[in-house]
Every structure is written in C-alpha cells, then in structure tokens.
C-alpha cells in the first residue's frame, strides 16, 4: 500500500515536471489599432495583432528582435530578419497586464510590402500630424503615409507549467483518497 503511493507521487511528479519544460512561457498579445489621416480622430479600428514571449525579454522589458505572432490586416509578418527588419516592444515588468508601453517596428509582410510604426502608450494623444504608421512598398521604392497608431485589448497568458503542476497535485490527491 505504501510502495503503491511512492510510486503514484514519483509518477506524478515526473509526468509534472516533464510538462514544466515544455511550454513554460508567459504570452502577451496585443490588438494594434489604426487611424486614418481621413478617419475621425476618435475612430480608432483594430488592423492587427502582436504576441510576445517574456522569454525573449531582458531585465528592463525590452523584447528585441522577436515574436510569436505579428500580423497585419490579416497577413503574417515574415520571420525577423536583422538585415532589413527592426522590432522593439517595452513591457512594464511590475505590471504585465498593462501590456505593451511601446512599440517601435520595421517589418516585411511580403517581399514587396513593410509595414514601420511607432507606438508610445505615454505620448500624448496622437495628432493627425505626427504619422506613426507607415506603408512601404518595396517593388517600386514608394512611401504611403496611412495614419496613426495605437494599442488595443490585451491579454495576458500566463505560464502553462504552473496549471499543469496544480493539475497534477489534485490528481494525486484524488488518487490517494479513492486508495484510502
């Protein structure tokens, strides 16, 4: 009886700890709104989305160079390229669920398309004269000034490893209850 519950809690701490590593990061996604220099100042739309490993992220926040997912209207960005791409997103360590504080981007979507904005949680409300956001069309070298971002809904997922070792642990206990 004895050997069968060390051997059930051996069994359950293994399969716990062989989970942990598996997935073990902590995701921030973010909606990325826009506004047009011909839109309504108010009117802000959701063009597309970004998510971030806190895994990549230094001891101030700063994620250089890397995400999960990036898209625009629909379309994937490429995977980071440090010849032409350049990506920097500030996350508040003391607050994850704020999201992000800044934005700063340079990425291709297709070969012919690249999608550069700046997006700063702490400027003052952006003006239709201050453009952060543009369309550069890499086949003909032409420039499209489109508007003004910001950040949208964001959702914070936290670490899988912690639910599976809670998981786990219940488990156990079930297991232990129905043998006593």
Same mark, same amino acid.
């Given at each position: 009886?004895?050997?069968?519950?060390?051997?059930?809690?051996?069994?359950?701490?293994?399969?716990?700890?062989?989970?942990?590593?598996?997935?073990?990061?902590?995701?921030?996604?973010?909606?990325?709104?826009?506004?047009?220099?011909?839109?309504?100042?108010?009117?802000?739309?959701?063009?597309?989305? %970004?998510?971030?490993?806190?895994?990549?992220?230094?001891?101030?926040? +700063?994620?250089?160079?890397?995400?999960? !997912? *990036? #898209?625009? @209207?629909?379309?994937?960005?490429?995977?980071?390229?440090?010849?032409?791409?350049?990506?920097?997103?500030?996350?508040?360590?003391?607050?994850?669920?704020?999201?992000?504080?800044?934005?700063?981007?340079?990425?291709?979507?297709?070969?012919? %398309?690249?999608?550069?904005?700046?997006?700063?949680?702490?400027?003052? +409300?952006?003006?239709?004269?201050?453009? !952060? *956001? #543009?369309? @550069?069309?890499?086949?003909?070298?032409?420039?499209?000034?489109?508007?003004?971002?910001?950040?949208?809904?964001?959702?914070?997922?936290?670490?899988?490893?912690?639910?599976?070792?809670?998981?786990?642990?219940?488990?156990?206990?079930?297991?232990?209850?129905?043998?006593?």
């Amino acid at each position: 009886m004895l050997n069968k519950l060390i051997l059930s809690a051996f069994l359950s701490i293994t399969l716990a700890l062989s989970f942990t590593g598996a997935a073990n990061a902590t995701l921030i996604s973010q909606d990325i709104l826009f506004n047009s220099e011909y839109d309504d100042a108010d009117e802000f739309e959701v063009i597309g989305s %970004l998510t971030i490993s806190l895994d990549t992220m230094n001891e101030w926040g +700063e994620v250089s160079g890397a995400w999960e !997912t *990036f #898209s625009f @209207f629909g379309y994937e960005a490429d995977a980071f390229n440090p010849e032409w791409d350049q990506f920097i997103a500030i996350v508040d360590v003391n607050d994850l669920y704020a999201g992000l504080n800044f934005l700063q981007f340079d990425v291709t979507v297709f070969e012919e %398309l690249s999608f550069a904005g700046v997006i700063d949680a702490y400027a003052e +409300e952006p003006e239709f004269e201050n453009i !952060t *956001f #543009s369309l @550069f069309n890499n086949a003909n070298a032409e420039l499209y000034d489109a508007g003004t971002l910001a950040f949208g809904d964001v959702s914070v997922v936290p670490t899988p490893a912690t639910l599976v070792l809670f998981l786990t642990a219940v488990a156990g206990l079930v297991s232990r209850r129905k043998h006593s």
